[in-house]
């Protein structure tokens, strides 16, 4: 199924034609709905949100929401990759160190906020804390796997090619690697989201979560939708943001392909 | 009359791709060993493929016992270079069942003649093993007795040992030379060896390189079976259809077109 | 969205927690350590303390009845989605039309964390069980449905080819060819949902919620009862691995001739 330059664009009219026919009986029920405050209408969440972005609150809240996942995820991709690349090398890294990763896959992050709350207030360090925590170990993880998985042929040219330690290690593992790093962080991000809005329906006063929980403040059912538009909107562009890196690498290096997250 | 029939086969991927195959006439007699050999993308698949039933020629037609190839049949059964065609969850017994499954045998019916089959090719006592458990060689061989329980007539292989090391290779290479005796099937089999060529084959069509392939030369191969690999005839044989195929390679290495 | 990479190809028994009992040891020690001298004994508790208070809830029956209805709702909407989403999934990965027209949502909403629903969930079906459905059932669809759809269009050509020459029609392909090869992955797309199921409900159970293991942790967090605290996460971590390793004992009993490779 090779999309053609006919074929796709009849494939976007398929969508486009899909999606109208969504908003327009959307639009249609809620117009009928008992109670306008259960579902509001397509046009009325458009307002709402055009509103929000014309008193700069979206931009606010959307930016206070990203600004912590970045700081969060930046931290813990840092520290995920020093670990798993400490773990992928040494092995009494890797025997001490695993099991707590193997073990902490089923405690979700989320479970995590009250705890982090209590000792870290509801601010700003409590939310970075709690997305360094959810990033480090994915992304751990996934990068101790490409380190064990560096072709050994490739090391052993190296080797023949009278390549010591120190450059075996930044010249062919880390390049092959990186296609794993990439995967893990793209599946962190992916968490980070979960739980950058689970914590702010918890207990924040900005950010999109917020947003989404103020509908109920305010009754305002529209914010929520907004709110959770404009998260899928994030999540689509971060995760393009991560596929294009890929490709890229992919070009570049090659052996990155292996490094695909599976859904 | 010719049993099966390529008359003026052109074949092209989509409406814009280049003309891989053209003009490609073949007659096969029944009962026939023919092997198609040919440089690397001369489109010796894709002649395959067109005879499966799985791809339609932009031109000419193919026929089997008179009538017109419209899609796969069960008179033609593929066996494939990769044994990827096998179901991985189903055991070799129920995989060589499959054909039979589909066409409403009895449960015992089906697995007497699947077990014969498996018999046949050599792999009894493996009946009850998944295709992950099996080698490459055995695997093959659960393709050809898939192929054969359904008695279809026709077998087309698409170098179905090309996967192989050469001891097994060798070993498949003598046990089809048996069935083929025994069974008197038509076959179609592709090959970029010359020596599987001329020990397994009746004639040989060598093909031209692509774009626009068709055949060259075909040789015949009139030794008695078994083969005696080492004989003079043999390498007089491989001489020649070396020769052939090798003005072929030799263009496609060079980067020309072919002459047609 | 997914929580881990699969590392391997089919799910192997070895694949399961591994676990050193130099490691176990140490982690015990870490944390009492931690407990002692990092953050004031109150607001982290020792393990021991988590223990007792552990055994407390349970004679209490505290914990196993959050625990219950806790995974009563990731049972039903896990049941749910799994329901509705291998059916779609095969459907959009064997005909454009469902496709094109499913596939602008599917990609859209994927990237919308479930807990995000919760507030709409909670308006429009209360602050009971069904909302807290409703996002596990979010949670499993598209996962299940995504797995599926790749599942689908990831069988071999051969394999169809092959089921072509031997004569089979339409429903004999779909049932004796896609179906069984797509069925790795329906297990691991169920598998994957699962482990989020879990996530997914807590985070509901923090927000609006009167039982369950989230409401048990975030209520015990504000009464500062740190132990019992963790004592809930605790439980939600075995839970977890008790979950995954009997879905791969299931599926290792019941369908183990479907995770062969080829």
């Known amino acids: 199924m090779t999309p053609t330059g006919e074929g796709r664009s009849i494939r976007f009219l398929g969508y486009a034609a899909s999606v109208a026919v969504v908003l327009l009986l959307w639009q249609y029920l809620s117009s009928r709905a008992i109670i306008p405050l259960l579902f509001p209408s397509p046009l009325s969440t458009l307002r709402v949100g055009l509103g929000l972005a014309a008193k700069g609150q979206l931009q606010a809240d959307l930016w206070a929401s990203l600004a912590r996942i970045l700081a969060g995820f930046a931290l813990g991709s840092a520290l995920g990759v020093t670990g798993g690349i400490l773990m992928g090398s040494f092995r009494p890294a890797r025997l001490f160190f695993e099991p707590y990763l193997q073990l902490l896959r089923f405690l979700p992050a989320l479970a995590w906020i009250p705890a982090v709350m209590l000792w870290l207030g509801t601010g700003e360090r409590a939310k970075i804390a709690l997305l360094a925590y959810t990033t480090v170990f994915i992304v751990a993880l996934n990068t101790m796997v490409g380190v064990t998985r560096v072709p050994r042929n490739q090391v052993r040219a190296a080797r023949s090619f009278g390549a010591m330690r120190g450059k075996i290690f930044f010249l062919v593992t880390i390049p092959a690697t990186v296609g794993y790093m990439l995967a893990g962080m793209r599946l962190a991000m992916g968490n980070c989201f979960m739980t950058v809005v689970a914590a702010e329906l918890v207990a924040s006063d900005s950010g999109l979560g917020y947003l989404i929980f103020s509908s109920r403040q305010w009754m305002q059912t529209e914010l929520a939708f907004v709110g959770i538009f404009v998260l899928g909107l994030l999540g689509l562009t971060a995760d393009h943001v991560f596929q294009a890196t890929s490709s890229w690498l992919l070009w570049r290096y090659d052996g990155a392909s292996r490094g695909r997250p599976t859904q | 009359m010719a049993y099966i029939t390529f008359r003026g086969i052109d074949f092209r991927y989509g409406a814009q791709g280049p003309l891989i195959i053209r003009g490609f006439h073949l007659d096969l007699r029944r009962g026939e060993f023919f092997a198609l050999v040919g440089p690397s993308g001369c489109g010796k698949t894709t002649i395959l493929n067109v005879l499966a039933g799985f791809e339609t020629p932009t031109a000419g037609e193919v026929l089997v016992d008179q009538q017109p190839v419209r899609g796969p049949q069960r008179d033609r059964i593929v066996i494939f270079q990769e044994p990827d065609s096998l179901y991985p969850w189903l055991t070799a017994l129920e995989n060589v069942q499959f054909p039979l499954r589909v066409l409403g045998v009895g449960r015992s019916e089906r697995r007497a003649r699947a077990e014969h089959a498996l018999r046949l090719v050599g792999l009894q006592g493996h009946e009850g093993k998944h295709p992950a458990h099996l080698s490459g060689g055995m695997k093959q061989r659960v393709q050809l007795a898939r192929a054969l329980v359904l008695e279809a007539p026709v077998l087309l292989m698409d170098e179905p040992f090309g996967a192989l090391d050469a001891q097994t290779r060798l070993i498949l290479q003598e046990e089809l030379t048996q069935i083929a005796v025994r069974t008197q099937r038509t076959i179609l089999f592709i090959t970029h060896d010359i020596h599987e060529a001329i020990f397994l084959a009746d004639r040989i069509g060598v093909m031209t390189a692509g774009p626009e392939s068709t055949i060259k030369k075909i040789v015949e191969v009139e030794l008695p079976r078994p083969r005696a690999r080492g004989s003079a005839a043999f390498g007089e044989l491989y001489e020649e259809t070396h020769q052939i195929l090798s003005e072929e390679v030799r263009r496609v290495l060079r980067g020309e077109d072919s002459l047609l | ?262």
């Open chain 3, 1 to 262: 969205m997914e929580r881990w990479p699969r590392l391997r190809a089919s799910i192997p028994a070895s694949d399961a927690v591994r676990v050193s009992g130099v490691s176990l040891v140490g982690f015990v020690l870490l944390w009492q350590l931690a407990s002692t001298l990092w953050v004031p004994s109150i607001l982290f508790p020792t393990p021991l303390r988590t223990l007792l208070a552990l055994v407390a809830m349970l004679r209490e029956g505290v914990l196993p009845y959050d625990a219950g209805v806790s995974l009563s709702r990731i049972a039903i909407g896990f049941l749910i989605g799994t329901v509705v989403g291998v059916p779609l999934g095969l459907a959009m990965g064997l005909f454009r039309p469902v496709l094109v027209f499913f596939e602008p949502y599917v990609q859209f909403f994927r990237f919308v964390p479930p807990v995000a629903w919760i507030i709409p969930a909670i308006l429009w079906f209360g602050i009971g069980e069904t909302s807290k459905i409703f996002l596990i059932f979010y949670t499993t669809v598209f996962l299940v449905l995504l797995n599926t759809m790749v599942g689908v269009s990831a069988v071999p050509r051969n394999q169809i080819r092959s089921a072509r020459c031997f004569g089979a029609g339409r429903w004999q392909l779909f049932l004796w060819v896609s179906l069984p090869a797509t069925m790795p992955h329906v297990l691991t797309g169920m598998r994957i949902a699962m482990g989020n199921s879990f996530a997914a409900v807590v985070g509901a159970e923090f927000i609006a919620a009167q039982a369950g293991l989230g409401f048990l942790i975030i209520d015990s967090g504000t009464w500062l009862a740190t132990d019992r605290m963790f004592a809930g996460m605790l439980t939600l971590g075995l839970l977890g691995i008790v979950a995954d390793l009997l879905f791969r004992a299931i599926i290792a009993r019941a369908a183990a001739r479907y995770l062969m490779p080829s």
